[in-house]
């Protein structure tokens, strides 16, 4: 009895995946170039190379771990909505300040083909692409 109660430990423990899986890293929006990005509010369009190069640079570090995925934003107020005018799809900015005061941009990638938006994800950490906002003067407030 006490060796089929050691089988059965030994079978459990040596089922049992221990390592975590890692995922792997892909960058989304590493091959776009912005040709332009538009304020609908404003009725602006941003068409300044040296604007436009440092928001592509932003958008060509962010991973798939930064684009968090599945988090909601009950409650959160809407700052502004800006387009990105790419060499391939549009993409949607939806910029929103959450209950907690944090600045959320959420990624939706306008496909012409299917008239479809495709949620990307949700950034939480955007600094660095709210001072290129506000540099841009789009009017973003939060």
Do not use: W
């Not at 790419?86 to 939706?108: G, M, P, Q, R, Y």
Request: with cysteine.
């Amino acid at each position: 009895m006490k060796n089929y109660i050691l089988l059965l430990i030994i079978l459990i423990f040596t089922s049992c995946n221990f390592n975590e899986k890692e995922t792997e890293l892909s960058y989304p929006l590493e091959n776009i170039k912005i040709k332009s990005i538009k304020s609908e509010e404003l009725n602006r369009n941003v068409s300044d190379t040296l604007i436009l190069n440092k928001f592509s640079k932003s958008l060509k570090k962010l991973t798939n771990k930064d684009l968090v995925k599945g988090k909601r934003l009950h409650g959160a107020t809407r700052l502004c909505d800006l387009k990105l005018k790419t060499d391939k799809d549009d993409i949607l900015l939806f910029i929103a300040l959450s209950k907690e005061n944090e600045v959320v941009i959420s990624f939706f990638e306008f496909n012409k083909d299917d008239n479809f938006n495709y949620f990307l994800g949700a950034l939480y950490e955007t600094d660095q692409l709210m001072d290129i906002i506000k540099n841009a003067d789009l009017n973003c407030k939060s």
